[in-house]
């Protein structure tokens, strides 16, 4: 016997005052179960979330120390972000 | 206005500082790890700027780390108008930063969190209101 037939054996053996109490509960359990599923899928993904930026920060780290790179000062950064900013707007809007 | 319930946009400069986990803007960092409580856009200069800096396979990661939160993080793939461009040149801005601030005002953008000095400091008038990241963690900290 499922868990599903035994709980419905069980509902229609209950006296019929007892029975919209009784699915009241099963319904609340219900909405509990599904809440924890949610939220626990929500951690999850936030976790594989910190997990894949981390990764990815590691990545690019470790590529910019191969190219002696990864010890520049921000406002060097700054002036090639800058720098790459007005060549891609020169090329796209000339 | 708060930034927890309004689309922002993130400038490249954050994005990379942030990738880069550059250590004296360690807040650019802390706010990336944050994009799970925003609602982040990414006009098309700031796509382009990205592969600039990022090699095709960071780029593959990357995408795969903004397509965990769809409905919180997406792309835009609108080119800006020119008479926003001439626009925003008037009020100052270099070519690069005209072409930003009219592809945020095309999307009614608010906020834009940029660590570049020459739009939170320099232009006067823009159609938003420019954050630097540490500014914006301390929106998200009011805001839980």
């Known amino acids: ?94 | 206005m708060n930034i927890d319930n309004q689309w922002i946009v993130l400038d490249t400069n954050i994005w990379i500082f942030g990738l880069r986990n550059q250590p004296d803007h360690p807040a650019c960092y802390q706010l990336l790890q944050c994009l799970n409580k925003l609602y982040v856009k990414t006009p098309y200069q700031v796509f382009l700027e990205l592969p600039a800096n990022l090699h095709p396979d960071e780029m593959k990661r990357f995408f795969r780390l903004l397509h965990l939160y769809p409905n919180r993080i997406e792309l835009s793939w609108k080119k800006a108008e020119l008479a926003l461009i001439k626009k925003h040149r008037n009020l100052g801005c270099k070519l690069g930063d005209a072409v930003i601030a009219s592809q945020l005002e095309m999307m009614n953008i608010k906020t834009l969190v940029s660590e570049n000095r020459d739009f939170y400091e320099e232009i006067m008038g823009l159609p938003f209101r420019v954050l630097r990241a540490e500014e914006a963690l301390r929106e998200i900290d009011i805001a839980e």
């Open chain 1, 1 to 94: 016997m499922t868990y599903q037939e035994a709980l419905t054996y069980e509902i229609n053996s209950l006296p019929p005052v007892l029975l919209p109490e009784v699915l009241d509960f099963v319904l609340f359990l219900k909405i509990k179960a599904r809440i924890t599923d949610d939220s626990l899928s929500e951690k999850i993904r936030e976790l594989q979330f910190q997990q894949e930026l981390q990764a990815l920060s590691q990545a690019y780290r470790a590529r910019l120390s191969k190219e002696g790179k990864l010890e520049q000062k921000a406002e060097e950064v700054m002036a090639t972000l800058k720098q790459t900013r007005e060549d891609i707007a020169a090329n796209e809007y000339r």
